[in-house]
């Protein structure tokens, strides 16, 4: 099976600037997240989608970052302004059903390296 | 709350030494804790998973883990080390229904 899409795999902008993120998820996974993952620090949620509605943005900076999942396939991420402590890789993972109760592993993408200026 | 550690940042072990990565948690109830890898320029690959029965679980790649419930830990093992084993290993363990919290990593360096 295809694995988790992301693209672009790198991107520079300078702070204030805005930026979007694509994954498209392995085919038939209902459940979708995307991670932050500072350099030197484990992944953190900072979304999760169940089909196209979201289960938990807790930990999404909601006054810079927004993310969809329309028609509950591809999803994007996006940072509208962007500041220097939010270089970092974004990365996107998918799993087959929700719950970790339901023995479904998450599967990664490679990610997207961010580097703000 | 929940969390988990990982108290070595960096190991380094020589080609086919034993190998041995810690993992600690603290959680509530009963834990369901993964080991995930990450090459460089990767995602993170599922190594091997715990949910319940035998504490010994196996995985793959040759990694193996063990829970141990009387001391919070998910330690991650191999007999002998491979150079392509040179990667970051994340513990996690999972938190509710369906979030996932993951440890700082260890950076696993291979020497020839």
């Known amino acids: 099976e295809a694995g988790v899409a992301q693209s672009p795999r790198y991107k520079i902008i300078e702070k204030r600037q805005s930026v979007a993120f694509w994954c498209n998820p392995i085919?038939?996974?209902?459940?979708l997240y995307w991670y932050q993952q500072i350099l030197g620090q484990g992944p953190k949620l900072l979304i999760q989608?169940?089909?196209?509605?979201?289960?938990?943005d807790s930990q999404l900076p909601k006054d810079r970052f927004s993310a969809e999942r329309l028609k509950g396939v591809d999803s994007t991420l996006k940072i509208q302004p962007a500041k220097l402590e939010d270089s970092a890789v974004y990365l996107c993972?998918?799993?087959?059903?929700?719950?970790?109760?339901?023995?479904?592993?998450?599967?990664f993408g490679n990610g997207t390296r961010l580097t703000v200026t | 709350a929940q969390s988990v550690t990982q108290p070595d940042i960096h190991i380094t072990v020589s080609e086919g030494a034993s190998l041995e990565l810690r993992c600690n948690y603290s959680y509530g109830a009963t834990p369901y804790l993964f080991w995930y890898v990450q090459s460089p320029g990767q995602g993170l690959q599922l190594l091997l998973k715990?949910?319940?029965?035998?504490?010994l679980v196996q995985g793959i790649k040759g990694f193996e883990a063990e829970f141990k419930r009387s001391q919070s830990s998910f330690n991650l093992r191999k007999p002998s080390v491979h150079w392509s084993d040179a990667a970051e290993y994340f513990c996690?363990?999972?938190?509710?229904?369906?979030?996932?919290?993951f440890g700082t990593g260890t950076r696993l360096k291979v020497l020839a």
């Open positions: 989608f169940q089909n196209n509605g979201v289960v938990d």
């Open positions: 993972a998918s799993s087959p059903q929700v719950g970790i109760y339901n023995n479904s592993p998450l599967h």
């Open positions: 996690a363990v999972g938190s509710g229904t369906y979030k996932y919290i």
């Open positions: 085919s038939g996974h209902a459940t």
């Open positions: 715990y949910f319940s029965g035998d504490t």
